[in-house]
């Protein structure tokens, strides 16, 4: 079963070998490091199963203008999904259950920077 939860601390080290096995790479472990030591960070799910990490994706806030006003945004990165979760409707849990959780807090928008598709 999958449960779609805020990430807590003691996840973090579990969160950092899972971006960098989905990644291939560190740069988006640092990343995320490095938002939540400047205190950037506006909301991060964890998606588990049978309680073990299996996702995650992270919202910093960003400050946009449309038409010259402000609007209350975050950007979502990084998201990812332990490789041997993927495609398995994990991904898309973490990014609707993150889009209602930005809105009931009162986002307007969310920036996405990426594949279309994606
Ligand atoms: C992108 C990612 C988070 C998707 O997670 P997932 O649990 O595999 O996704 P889902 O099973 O919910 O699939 C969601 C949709 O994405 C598509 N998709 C998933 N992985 C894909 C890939 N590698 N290439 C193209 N499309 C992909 C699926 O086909 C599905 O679309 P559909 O419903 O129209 O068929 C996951 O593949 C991952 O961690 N990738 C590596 C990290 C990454 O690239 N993150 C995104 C940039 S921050």
């Known amino acids: 079963m999958i449960e779609i939860v805020e990430e807590a601390p003691h ?64 950007s979502l990165a990084p998201v990812a999904v332990r490789p041997d979760c993927q495609r398995r409707g994990i991904g898309s849990r973490l990014i609707r259950e993150g889009i209602e959780a930005m809105r009931s807090e009162g986002r307007a928008a969310i920036i996405v920077v990426g594949h279309p598709g994606y």
């Open 11 to 74: 996840h973090h080290a579990v969160v950092a070998d899972l971006l960098r096995a989905a990644f291939g790479g560190g740069y988006e472990a640092e990343l995320v490091d490095r938002l939540r030591r400047e205190d950037l960070v506006a909301g991060a799910l964890v998606a588990l199963q049978d309680g073990e990490v299996v996702g995650h994706e992270m919202f910093s806030p960003r400050s946009v203008e449309v038409d010259g006003r402000p609007v209350n945004a975050v």
